[in-house]
């Protein structure tokens, strides 16, 4: 998924929009009655941006009827829908004992506060990026200003929370379900680095007083093949970004196929497999069936969550 900046009526706001599906005939349809489309068509008010899930892409002016807001300017955003979260450099993080660090100076072998207070945990991986990767950046109340990427769930009252619990159910099934923020002040991407610390225990920190998820706790198996020196940091940022922009059933399983392979820690398979991730551009064939073993795996795992539910 992409994302585009608009600027209407004098205000801005993110608009994510993926064109996995469309066509001329289909764009034309939804731009013309967008409200037959309002399945595709969200306007998260609460929040203040516009998310097209499909359909419809940004080559048109468009003004959606009800919604009195015209696209009248773009600006590139960068991918969008992205696994990786993270938050800008100043953000505060507590560490045990009462002190705190700005989460850029955080350092791998260091301890962090779990997101209530009970627990230390140690950061294995400081993850890097851009705010571009993730479309803006939101505060879960207006008196803070934004710190997190749009995708990052936060606790809030000892809940987990994010803007979209829709989306974030989806993409991060393992987390589970997210009560929605409501009051959240949100900012456009403007190119700014931000962080994410993957951590031991429960996988959690605080940051600026709000608990935390890394979302992919100590990392697993990409995390040890940057300490066994099979590629670096850099390129576990571009693999969680790579399976982010895959299906979810599909990201479920590579997630699964993480975390298994990280607790197993099987030296000969950290280097085989390793190696065929080390670039896209070596082993490409061995990838895509990877993948498609990702595929089944989260495929296997939703069917036995739904079975689960049904009992």
Same mark, same amino acid.
């Given at each position: 998924?992409?994302?585009?900046?608009?600027?209407?009526?004098? /205000?801005?706001? +993110?608009?994510?929009?993926?064109?996995?599906?469309?066509?001329?005939?289909?764009?034309?349809?939804?731009?013309?009655?967008?409200?037959? !489309? #309002?399945?595709?068509?969200?306007?998260?008010?609460?929040?203040? =941006?516009?998310?097209?899930?499909? *359909?419809?892409?940004?080559? $048109?002016?468009?003004?959606?009827?009800?919604?009195?807001?015209?696209?009248?300017?773009?600006?590139?955003?960068?991918?969008?829908?992205?696994?990786?979260?993270?938050?800008?450099?100043?953000?505060?993080?507590?560490?045990?004992?009462?002190?705190?660090?700005?989460?850029?100076?955080?350092?791998?072998?260091? $301890?962090?506060?779990? $997101?209530?207070?009970?627990?230390?945990?140690?950061?294995?991986?400081?993850?890097?990026?851009?705010?571009? /990767? !993730?479309?803006?950046?939101?505060?879960? %109340? #207006?008196? %803070?200003?934004?710190?997190?990427?749009?995708?990052?769930?936060? !606790?809030?009252?000892?809940?987990?929370?994010?803007?979209?619990?829709?989306?974030?159910?989806?993409? =991060?099934?393992?987390?589970?379900?997210?009560?929605?923020?409501?009051?959240?002040?949100?900012?456009?991407?403007?190119?700014? +680095?931000?962080?994410?610390?993957?951590?031991?225990?429960?996988?959690?920190? *605080?940051?600026?007083?709000?608990?935390?998820? @890394? +979302?992919? $706790?100590?990392?697993?198996?990409? #995390?040890?093949?940057?300490? *066994?020196?099979?590629?670096?940091?850099?390129?576990? @940022?571009?693999?969680?970004?790579?399976?982010? @922009?895959?299906?979810?059933?599909?990201?479920?399983?590579?997630?699964?196929?993480?975390?298994?392979?990280?607790?197993?820690?099987?030296?000969?398979?950290?280097?085989?497999?390793?190696?065929? =991730?080390?670039?896209?551009?070596?082993?490409?064939?061995? *990838?895509?069936?990877?993948?498609? +073993?990702?595929?089944?795996?989260?495929?296997?795992? /939703?069917?036995?969550?739904?079975?689960? /539910? #049904?009992?």
């Amino acid at each position: 998924m992409t994302t585009k900046t608009f600027y209407a009526d004098g /205000n801005s706001g +993110v608009l994510a929009i993926g064109t996995y599906s469309a066509n001329d005939a289909i764009i034309k349809a939804a731009i013309a009655n967008p409200d037959s !489309y #309002r399945e595709n068509l969200n306007f998260h008010s609460g929040v203040g =941006y516009l998310q097209i899930l499909e *359909q419809v892409t940004p080559t $048109y002016s468009i003004t959606f009827p009800g919604l009195a807001r015209e696209l009248k300017e773009w600006d590139d955003g960068g991918g969008g829908n992205k696994s990786g979260t993270c938050f800008t450099g100043d953000t505060i993080v507590s560490l045990p004992e009462g002190n705190f660090c700005k989460i850029k100076e955080i350092k791998v072998g260091d $301890y962090v506060l779990n $997101y209530n207070g009970t627990k230390s945990n140690k950061v294995t991986l400081v993850e890097t990026s851009t705010d571009n /990767n !993730y479309g803006g950046l939101y505060s879960p %109340h #207006r008196e %803070h200003k934004p710190f997190a990427t749009l995708n990052h769930p936060l !606790y809030i009252n000892g809940k987990l929370s994010s803007l979209d619990p829709a989306h974030s159910s989806a993409r =991060y099934p393992w987390l589970g379900p997210t009560e929605k923020i409501i009051d959240a002040e949100i900012i456009p991407p403007s190119n700014q +680095v931000v962080y994410n610390l993957w951590v031991t225990g429960d996988g959690t920190y *605080q940051v600026n007083g709000f608990g935390t998820t @890394s +979302v992919v $706790y100590d990392g697993g198996f990409i #995390r040890l093949c940057v300490d *066994q020196g099979i590629f670096p940091s850099s390129r576990a @940022s571009e693999l969680l970004i790579k399976f982010a @922009s895959a299906s979810t059933t599909t990201s479920y399983g590579a997630y699964l196929c993480n975390k298994f392979l990280g607790w197993a820690d099987i030296k000969i398979i950290n280097r085989a497999l390793g190696t065929i =991730y080390r670039d896209d551009i070596q082993y490409p064939i061995l *990838q895509a069936i990877s993948s498609r +073993v990702f595929t089944i795996v989260g495929a296997i795992a /939703n069917l036995i969550k739904h079975l689960f /539910n #049904r009992v």
